[in-house]
């Protein structure tokens, strides 16, 4: 049995062009590609056959930095919803945190309860990420054994005692450790001046004002924290580090530097900073509050040159959500919510939405969604791209049509996002993981059963 599907506009080398998709659905990968649109009497009767006309094929979106938050918080979100939202936005694979779960990726033992709790609910594939926390290190090697595909680590406290941050010499015993391992570390860059937020925590500023706590996590704790990365690197050169949900532009000539000095530094930025500015943001709105915050116009310009000068690598959701009681949303107490943005779902639209008024191509757009997040993943062998050999996940994607983000559209848990009453362009129409339909815009989720598999 086999899968075809066929355009005018299939996305191969990050170029539009007519192309025909065949795939075995026995193994789930694609087997040829003809580059050129061929009708239904060239296959099989028994084939599935979708003929996309004019609508574009896409490779299926890697999202690598996704809560999933099961077990332990799955009233935040959980596999079999936030893989839902996940496909309805043409993310055919997620790489999900070490936390907010309960307990947190940690320990090989906490894996298997993780992957035992994701069995049979997702409609993505799922892989995951390890953590890196004080004395762990002893674990680490036996997470990338089982087959993790990196960790992370916290120079600022989580918002979870249970995942608690690293100092310097906490990093040097897990570095020394994973510096001879195929692995990556992942870095939440903020580094907290402890004597300047003990002098902030006098003051009495208005909570609910975004402008309060904008300025408590200035951009330079994101410089102090990479300056502090990029020294550790020098110790241990052949551990490639990253930096995720970049936000501050005033720490992009401290990557740079790294680059210049052969250094192994990748960064990803967030749809939120690419589509979201400071100056827009109502006072008493906490569902704009993330970590490291939004910040202003002029930063998510520079932001924007980066990632199209290439020192920003790849963009992902940072999909965070909680509880609604949380968010403060009935008090409008910014300071004290809980600081994440619910996305999954909606990122390619946010992306193409934006990305048109800056001359983007939807094949710069993969490039930064579906190819190098693949790549910062570990499963670039089989994602991220439409080859032969490779996984048949895609979606259907019309770039023209318009929409409004309501609450009931969304398909994550909880449904807070700074993104409700927005009109966005670009729809995802239907998306397939290895040719199985598991999305389509139409008729939803009814009749399609979870294949994702655990990676």
């Known amino acids: 049995m086999i899968t075809v599907c066929t355009s005018q506009n299939v996305l191969l080398g990050f170029q539009l062009q007519p192309a025909t998709i065949v795939i075995n659905d026995l193994t789930g990968k694609i087997i040829h590609i003809h580059r050129q649109h061929l009708p239904r009497d060239q296959f099989p009767s028994h084939a599935r056959y ?10 299926g979106l890697v999202d690598a930095h996704v809560h999933l938050n099961e077990p332990g918080r799955t009233d935040w979100e959980g596999f079999l919803t936030g893989t839902k939202a996940a496909v309805s936005g043409g993310v055919t694979t997620v790489v999900d945190m070490p936390l907010n779960s309960i307990p947190p990726t940690t320990t090989l033992s906490h894996l298997d309860i993780k992957r035992s709790a994701a069995q049979g609910q997702c409609f993505c594939d799922v892989a995951f990420w390890g953590g890196v926390i004080p004395g762990n290190q002893v674990h680490l090697r036996s997470l990338v054994d089982a087959g993790v595909k990196g960790f992370k680590c916290f120079l600022i406290e989580s918002g979870v005692e249970e995942f608690p941050c690293v100092t310097e010499n906490d990093l040097h015993a897990s570095m020394s450790v994973l510096e001879d391992i195929p692995s990556v570390l992942l870095f939440h860059a903020e580094l907290e001046d402890f004597e300047k937020s003990q002098d902030q925590s006098t003051q009495t500023s208005d909570p609910t004002l975004y402008a309060t706590f904008l300025e408590s996590r200035p951009e330079k704790l994101e410089a102090d924290a990479i300056s502090l990365i990029t020294k550790l690197q020098a110790t ?18 401290i990557i740079r530097a790294a680059r210049v000095r052969g250094l192994k530094l990748t960064v990803e930025t967030c749809f939120h900073y690419l589509c979201l500015q400071a100056d827009d943001i109502p006072n008493g709105h906490p569902e704009f509050k993330c970590c490291p915050p939004i910040r202003k116009a002029n930063n998510r ?4 040159n980066a990632l199209r000068d290439g020192t920003i690598e790849c963009v992902v959701s940072d999909h965070s959500p909680c509880v609604q009681e949380l968010k403060k949303l009935d008090d409008g107490d910014i300071m004290s919510a809980w600081g994440g943005i619910s996305t999954l779902g909606l990122g390619l639209s946010l992306l193409w939405t934006e990305g048109l008024q800056r001359g983007v191509t939807i094949g710069d ?8 997040t693949a790549e910062h993943a570990g499963l670039s062998d089989r994602k991220g791209k439409l080859e032969v050999g490779y996984d048949g996940d895609f979606l259907i994607w019309d770039p023209n049509a318009e929409f409004e983000v309501t609450a009931e559209s969304l398909n994550f848990k909880n449904k807070v996002s700074p993104y409700v009453n927005r009109k966005l362009r670009g ?10 339909l598991v999305f389509d815009c139409v008729q939803g989720f009814e009749g399609i059963e979870p294949v994702g598999k655990l990676l």
């Open 50 to 59: 979708i003929d996309a006309g004019s609508n574009h094929i896409l490779p």
């Open 236 to 253: 241990y050169p052949s551990l490639r580090c990253h930096i995720v949900h970049l936000s501050a532009a005033s720490a992009l000539p």
């Open 301 to 304: 310009e520079l932001v924007w």
């Open 365 to 372: 757009i993969s490039n930064w969604t579906s190819w190098k």
């Open 427 to 436: 729809k995802v129409l239907k998306t397939f993981v290895r040719g199985f």
